[in-house]
């Protein structure tokens, strides 16, 4: 079985406010992936916070983003690079997408896969609560830039093909 060359994995809880960031944004890329007809070139993991067997999810991949909502982030969302020497993220998670890719380092023994994180800026986590109208906002500024990243990971891997 073939893996799909790109994954996205976003993290969050949907009972604690803002922390739904993360599986909000998933769940409208679902969508939108296919509606563009690009769903088969992506897997989407959707899990409370990201766990050292997330190293696994990137074997064989392209290119990976890391979608979580921030604490501290700058409004409305940071989208960077991530490598495993990068300092600690703006997560809320224990794990973070660095040490993950530090994991993956150490396990498989092979050349990390481009990833990036997408950390959206949240403000109430609390339990019970829904979304804030803050992090619904953050939420929509952040949509291009999901997309944005999407497409250019697949034009990048069309590209490398015709190498």
């Known amino acids: 079985m073939s893996v799909a060359p790109f994954v996205v994995l976003a ?76 300092p600690p993220s703006h997560s809320t998670h224990a794990i973070s997408p660095a040490a993950v890719l530090a994991v993956y380092h150490r396990v498989v023994k092979a050349p990390v896969p481009t990833c990036d994180t997408l950390c959206v800026c949240g403000e109430s986590f609390e339990l019970g609560d829904g979304l804030s109208p803050a992090a619904a906002a953050y939420i929509e500024a952040a949509w291009p830039a999901l997309q944005s990243w999407c497409r250019e990971a697949v034009c990048a891997g069309t590209e490398n093909e015709k190498a």
């Open 11 to 86: 993290c969050g809880n949907p009972s604690r406010g803002d922390d739904a960031i993360g599986p909000a944004l998933l769940a409208r890329l679902a969508t939108w992936l296919d509606e563009e007809g690009l769903a088969d070139a992506f897997e989407l993991i959707e899990d409370f916070q990201f766990q050292i067997e997330h190293a696994l999810d990137l074997k064989d991949r392209c290119a990976a983003l890391f979608i979580d909502a921030g604490e501290h982030t700058p409004a409305p969302f940071a989208l960077c690079p991530v490598d495993a020497h990068a």
